[in-house]
């Protein structure tokens, strides 16, 4: 791809950089532009699975997982579907994993993890799917680096927190972590087709996804095939170069705090109207319950049909619950209270 874009390799590179200031990852971080954060979690786990077992003098690459000492693998209990797609697509699966019961807010319960050994990749959430909390990265990683394990953070969109100030609190501890995942397409509302894989162990990355060809020139720089899966892509990192251009740092703090703002307008207003909250709103997720599991998705379905605005449904901890999700950069309080009147209106009808 340097050959063929030198732009294209160079913007990837710039943004890369960027990113990891945003995020306050170590600088000497490698990482690449993958498709979804599914891939970015399986480009991840597969550098993991690299380190670990080469450690073991296994090269996986070559010999593949048959005969290769075990690996544990750790998530919790509320893990998201995209880890265990990858974690399936990897060879480690996505049942053979060893599960860390949650708080009340589907944070891992560091006390309840399972002894750690050098052959264990813990993965932990910035950023619950449905109630936007996070695991305690800086604890977890703590107990568990120092026996030698790998801790992979899932943070589809809760990543993007680490770069506002006023929310960095809830990241604090994901840049001890060795490897991160991630999605432009989500809070930074570039197009779909924009997923971020970043780990420490740039060497590790290499390794797992690289590939030769005598009709692939090589060079000293830095070619961005050689840290996704994909062979043939397109240039990612210009969509995401151009936004934070763009945007600027304080404009990306803005676009998230502002966000989670929203949400918590969401959740207030909901909350007057008598309607429970299940979740405590600290990004910029709303779980709302409308009393029994039928009469919420009545209430859903209302609401999509309507088309004011759109809200999913989920099961949470057994509750059955709209989930409000603000991450668009056009959303404003207008429409928040334009939304809550959509939005009662259905569930009084």
Request: charged letters at 20%; a neutral charge; aromatic letters at 6%.
């Amino acid at each position: 791809m340097v050959a063929c874009s030198p732009i294209g390799a160079k913007l990837e590179q710039v943004a890369l950089d960027w990113l990891k200031d945003l995020f306050h990852l170590p600088r000497d971080s490698g990482g690449g532009f993958v498709t979804s954060a599914t891939a970015a979690n399986f480009s991840a786990l597969a550098a993991a699975r690299h380190a670990l077992l080469a450690r073991a003098g296994w090269d996986v690459e070559a010999q593949g997982l048959f005969g290769a000492p075990p690996i544990t693998v750790v998530v919790g209990e509320e893990v998201h579907a995209s880890v265990q797609k990858a974690l399936s697509m990897v060879g480690l699966g996505r049942e053979r994993v060893a599960r860390v019961p949650c708080d009340a807010q589907g944070r891992m319960l560091r006390e309840k993890m399972p002894p750690i050994t050098e052959r264990t990749i813990v993965c932990v959430q910035a950023g619950n799917v449905n109630t936007g909390a996070f695991d305690p990265v800086a604890e977890i990683c703590e107990h568990v680096r120092s026996r030698g394990a790998w801790v992979h953070v899932d943070g589809a969109f809760g990543l993007w927190a680490a770069a506002a100030p006023a929310r960095a609190h809830l990241a604090r501890g994901i840049e001890n972590a060795d490897s991160w995942a991630t999605d432009a397409h989500k809070w930074l509302n570039v197009p779909y087709d924009s997923g971020l894989v970043l780990t420490r162990h740039a060497d590790s990355l290499r390794a797992a996804l690289s590939v030769g060809a005598a009709y692939l020139a090589q060079g000293e720089a830095r070619i961005p095939y050689q840290y996704t899966p994909d062979f043939s892509r397109r240039a990612r990192g210009v969509e995401v170069w151009a936004a934070l251009r763009q945007l600027g740092r304080a404009g990306l703090e803005d676009l998230i705090e502002r966000t989670c703002r929203l949400a918590e307008a969401f959740a207030a207003g909901l909350s007057r109207k008598g309607f429970a909250v299940l979740n405590d709103v600290v990004l910029n997720q709303v779980l709302v319950s409308f009393g029994s599991p039928e009469r919420t998705r009545e209430v859903i379905a209302r609401v999509q049909s309507e088309g004011t605005c759109w809200c999913g449904g989920t099961i949470w901890q057994g509750h059955t619950a709209m989930r409000i999700s603000v991450s668009s950069w056009a959303t404003t309080a207008a429409d928040v209270d334009r939304s809550l009147a959509a939005i009662v209106r259905a569930a009084e009808a």
